[in-house]
């Protein structure tokens, strides 16, 4: 039977660890805030912006919610993220998506300061991602070469595919794994002979928002399957892109729907908030 990746207790000890730096930044003086905006109220983005407060509790930084009207405006909502930008007191802003339709998101992301920017989604971000220069990487990405390395899982050598192309995950996905020299493909809705490109991969990343699509016929026997996918499925309860009892009889090591990458995303988040400070000096 494969190992579970427990992204749960992973997380936990990532945020231990911040929780020490937070304080260490606080007997120097330094106080660490985020700030999340959230316009509307859509469901699942209000229980991630609840997650991320007790987060920042956790750890011990400051957090600024503004919960804003499904009506605000775009320019209401650039003007508030410029105030943002330009306070002192406030070393991260994240904006929660998706926005309302009448919102530009690529308008709201470029107007983030990306000193700021700890969702790592600015393009300035990405661009010192793809150039190996320092900056904030996507929370889901990061949190992901996290459980590989923490769970023992060697990367460099391997062959590693990507099943997405999002500018959130499958993108900085690519670009972090070539980081750890693995030799990366990253295949997606149009590849031809996906099953067979999958069954390449040493270290199998699903991120393609279909519930359960990935099953053994995907799968090399002993992969690493990581699914990033976070569905319903026909009762309802919340799945990942891979069939898991089917893959988990064939692969080496694999992470559960729930309890896997998503809790990864916050201690991600939370050390980009940290980092932040670092980015300002």
């Not at 109220?41 to 912006?49: E, G, I, K, L, W």
């Not at 308008?107 to 969702?119: A, C, L, Q, S, W």
């Not at 988990?248 to 694999?254: F, L, R, Y």
């Amino acid at each position: 039977m494969a190992q579970i990746i427990d992204g749960k207790a992973i997380s936990l000890a990532i945020k231990d660890e911040l929780k020490e730096k937070a304080a260490k930044l606080k007997a120097e003086g330094t106080e660490v805030t985020l700030a999340v905006i959230q316009v509307g109220n859509n469901p699942a983005s209000t229980v991630y912006v609840r997650n991320k407060k007790k987060g920042c509790e956790y750890i011990g930084i400051g957090s600024l919610s503004y919960e804003l009207p499904e009506e605000t405006t775009e320019e209401e909502l650039l003007s508030l993220i410029r105030e943002l930008n330009g306070r002192k007191d406030v070393n991260g802003i994240l904006v929660q998506l998706p926005l309302p339709a009448h919102i530009d998101e690529n308008k709201v992301i470029r107007t983030i300061n990306p000193k700021k920017d700890v969702d790592g989604f600015h393009p300035e971000s990405v661009g010192a991602l793809c150039i190996g220069q320092p900056g904030f990487v996507s929370c889901t990405p990061a949190g992901v070469i996290e459980l590989l390395k923490r769970s023992g899982i060697s990367i460099e050598g391997k062959e590693c595919v990507i099943l997405g192309r999002s500018n959130i995950v499958g993108k900085p996905m690519a670009l972090l794994m070539l980081r750890e020299n693995a030799t990366v493909t990253v295949a997606h809705s149009r590849t031809a002979n996906l099953k067979e490109v999958a069954k390449r991969a040493d270290i199998l990343i699903a991120a393609i928002g279909k519930p359960k699509m990935i099953t053994r016929e995907y799968v090399k026997e002993g992969a690493v399957v990581i699914d990033v996918g976070i569905n319903r499925d026909a009762d309802n309860k919340l799945c990942g892109d891979v069939d898991f009892d089917d893959v988990a009889e064939i692969c080496s090591a694999i992470t559960p729907v729930p309890g896997g990458v998503g809790p990864m995303t916050i201690a991600m988040l939370l050390n980009n908030c940290i980092q932040s400070v670092e980015l300002q000096k």
